[in-house]
């Protein structure tokens, strides 16, 4: 069992080029694991966390709706914004920057099968990176993601999450709003969610901004202690 995760940050990146390479390495994991079975080899399987931000852009899992995209394509083109249809769990959200979006790229059999415990996993790093700004907050009864007031009239989503996992092998991962123009959630029903509002965590805070670096280190922090694994840099 290989806990070492390979920590990649790419910056800003067209979210279609990101896909691109989160499947050129989710299928090098997959691959390879389907080699060591094939040829009864034990070869350790590599493990990636990718950070990066996306210029503005609307994203469509394969249950989603696409009436929950609330533009047109000459509309979406005026916004500077692009749309695609992606094969990861479910329905429309919004990448931007100001928004830290991690990409786990994870041999689950290095760390656990269960799939449903992953993605409770992904809420809690987040969670607890949230607790140290003071923010109480949760999760919301059948939506996943991260939640400020949920079960109130107040209920606010500050993380999105939406994965795909093949033979244990996750790509796609969470979006957590830290200095997020909300104005393009206006032009979506988030995560297929009607009546729910959504937040980031500047606003939160009241602040204009929060120092991004300090918030992936924590979320890192809590990654790496929740599957105890070990970070390194390329």
């Not at 990066?52 to 083109?77: A, F, I, M, R, W």
């Not at 992953?118 to 949230?130: A, H, K, N, Q, V």
Request: contains cysteine; charged residues 25%; proline residues 3%.
């Amino acid at each position: 069992m290989n806990k070492t995760i390979q920590l990649q940050d790419l910056g800003l990146k067209d979210y279609n080029e990101t896909w691109e390479y989160q499947e050129q390495l989710f299928k090098g994991v997959v691959d390879l694991k389907i080699k060591n079975r094939r040829e009864d080899l034990s070869i350790a399987t590599p493990n990636y966390f990718l950070f990066v931000e996306h210029p503005h852009v609307y994203t469509l899992g394969k249950s989603g709706d696409l009436k929950n995209l609330l533009l047109s394509e000459k509309q979406l083109e005026a916004k500077g914004a692009t749309f695609y249809k992606i094969n990861r769990g479910g329905d429309i959200t919004y990448h931007g920057p100001g928004q830290i979006v991690g990409y786990p790229i994870l041999d689950l059999e290095n760390f656990f099968t269960d799939i449903h415990k992953y993605l409770r996993f992904l809420e809690e790093s987040i969670i607890l990176t949230l607790l140290e700004y003071g923010l109480e907050c949760g999760r919301s009864e059948g939506e996943t993601g991260v939640w400020l007031g949920a079960g109130t009239p107040f209920a606010r989503k500050i993380c999105a999450l939406g994965v795909r996992a093949s033979r244990w092998v996750t790509m796609h991962g969470f979006a957590l709003n830290v200095n997020v123009d909300l104005g393009y959630f206006d032009n979506i029903i988030p995560c297929g969610i009607r009546g729910k509002a959504v937040t980031s965590l500047n606003v939160e805070l009241g602040v204009e901004k929060v120092d991004e670096a300090e918030v992936k280190a924590k979320i890192l922090k809590h990654f790496s202690q929740l599957f105890e694994a070990e970070f390194v840099t390329e």
